[in-house]
């Protein structure tokens, strides 16, 4: 161990023979790249953002266009047609569900509840009267 650490003494390093003016110089150099780094992010990023920017007006552009196709409008109304057609058969299928079941749906049973709150008012309406 005693042999590095003389060797790392008698080590020569540059820093230690280096002029102050060279010292300068460097730490000049050093800030300079500094700036230019932090340049050529704010540029890459300000790039970044006006491409994607571009990208997008133009995809909007072309999505515009392709709507206006015959062919796309056609495809649209299709598709349309399609979810409609869907969300019935959807709709008719759980109908059959529930008649097969024999339970009533959501709505139904909403509509129960307020006829038998409508005749329970009713009932006290007539209770009360003959009481008094």
Request: net charge positive; no cysteine.
């Amino acid at each position: 161990m005693a042999s590095k650490s003389r060797a790392a003494r008698n080590e020569l390093r540059w820093e230690d023979f280096r002029p102050e003016w060279a010292n300068e110089r460097i730490e000049r150099i050093s800030e300079e790249l500094e700036q230019w780094t932090d340049e050529i992010q704010a540029r890459s990023s300000k790039f970044r953002k006006e491409s994607q920017k571009r990208i997008e007006k133009s995809i909007d552009q072309l999505q515009t266009e392709l709507r206006k196709l015959p062919g796309v409008k056609r495809a649209e109304k299709l598709r349309n047609d399609i979810e409609k057609r869907v969300e019935k058969g959807r709709r008719e299928s759980v109908d059959r569900v529930y008649e097969s079941l024999r339970l009533a749906r959501l709505d139904e049973v909403k509509k129960l509840e307020r006829k038998i709150a409508k005749l329970n008012r009713k009932l006290r309406d007539i209770e009360k009267q003959l009481a008094a």
